[in-house]
């Protein structure tokens, strides 16, 4: 059962563009988390997911993010219009409807 | 969601066994308590869960009195790459809601 799948593992964008992050959860997890931390600095949650419904999104921007889980393929953290405050990693979680959450290795995003 | 208080930071030597205790006085009836070890780059790494008494596995044990306002999660003989942050967090243990981290604490094992 492989874990947690984030991609790409580092993501390089010039300001103004768009961020794409993906996070494939463990088989049979319908629970996802993202988060952002920055150097030396705690993991701030973004927003919680289930298939195809946001649950909760009370940590993340109300501008230029978005995120989604479909029912088929992995959840996609989407950031448009990057600038350079967005640069940090991004871990993505899963679990199943109890149990604990299991995080991927992050996507690491520079802006520049 | 549970408020829970840990050292900032502990320093220990190789060999040691460590012991982290987490304060978390407003726990519900349905909420476990859950652990999380990070290095730096890296996502956290679940670690141990336990409603009540004592958990153990082949990483760590993790002991909770019986009022449950503490836990302590238990490293036995550390060495050098335990060195990371540990966190805690409570939370229902009968479904998933959002996770929220505190700042956990920094353990450094020295030679």
């Known amino acids: 059962n492989a874990g947690v799948m984030q991609n790409p593992r580092h993501l390089v964008r010039r300001r103004g563009q768009e961020a794409r992050l993906r996070c494939s959860p463990m088989?049979?997890?319908?629970?996802v988390y993202w988060y952002r931390q920055l150097p030396e600095e705690g993991l701030k949650f973004m927003v919680y997911l289930q298939k195809e419904n946001i649950i909760d999104e009370s940590g993340m921007p109300k501008e230029r993010f978005s995120a989604e889980f479909p029912k088929e393929g992995p959840s996609i953290l989407r950031i448009q219009q990057v600038v350079r405050g967005d640069s940090a990693a991004y871990f993505c979680?899963?679990?199943?409807?109890?149990?604990?959450?299991?995080f991927g290795q992050g996507t690491r995003l520079t802006v520049v | 969601l549970a408020k829970t208080t840990q050292p900032i930071s502990m320093d220990s030597y190789e060999g040691q066994e460590v012991n982290i205790t987490c304060s978390h006085n407003n726990i519900a009836t349905n909420d476990y308590i859950t652990w999380y070890q990070q290095f730096p780059s890296q996502g956290p790494r679940f670690i141990i869960q336990?409603?009540?008494t004592k958990v153990t596995n082949e990483v760590a044990s993790l002991f909770i009195p019986a009022d449950r306002k503490s836990s302590t999660l238990s490293l036995p003989r550390v060495s050098l790459s335990d060195t990371a942050v540990y966190y805690c967090?409570?939370?229902?243990?009968?479904?998933?809601?959002?996770?929220?981290f505190g700042k956990g604490t920094r353990l450094h094992i020295l030679p």
């Open positions: 979680a899963s679990s199943p409807p109890t149990g604990p959450a299991f």
């Open positions: 336990g409603y009540k």
């Open positions: 088989k049979g997890h319908s629970h």
């Open positions: 967090l409570v939370g229902d243990g009968e479904r998933n809601d959002k996770i929220i």
